[in-house]
């Protein structure tokens, strides 16, 4: 499974931009596909997640600002943030967990893309 991630760049505060996340290869389903964060220095964090249901799940520095949606035909992940700020400046890297045939599923990340959010 290979994961294309693009949208990043440069924006000032309060601005917006949109994330997109393409999953190929053999895939039987996805079943949660998510974007996390990496500032320097820090942790990779959780942004949101979206399960196959819909449902989905954002941190507390991304919930009102940020959505998540997914087009199942097309296997792609988006992330919408609007209102950003300074500290939302990290490379975001997409995820998803996916059944790559009967009984077997992995876990599997894409090479990340830079939002710097100027002040």
């Known amino acids: 499974v290979q994961l294309q991630a693009s949208g990043g760049g440069l924006v000032q505060t309060g601005e917006s931009l949109r994330l997109s996340c393409v999953a190929s290869?053999?895939?039987?389903?996805?079943?949660?596909m998510g974007w996390y964060r990496q500032a320097p220095g820090k942790e990779r964090e959780l942004v949101a997640v979206?399960?196959?249901?819909?449902?989905?799940n954002y941190a507390d520095s991304a919930k009102g600002r940020f959505t998540i949606s997914r087009d199942n035909a097309k296997n792609t992940v988006y992330l919408q943030m609007n209102s950003l700020k300074p500290e939302d400046t990290a490379v975001y890297y997409c995820?998803?967990?996916?059944?790559?045939?009967?009984?077997?599923?992995?876990?599997?990340w894409g090479q990340g893309t830079q939002v710097t959010v100027s002040s």
């Open positions: 290869g053999s895939i039987l389903s996805i079943n949660e």
């Open positions: 979206i399960i196959s249901d819909g449902s989905t």
């Open positions: 995820n998803v967990a996916a059944t790559i045939r009967v009984g077997v599923r992995g876990n599997y």
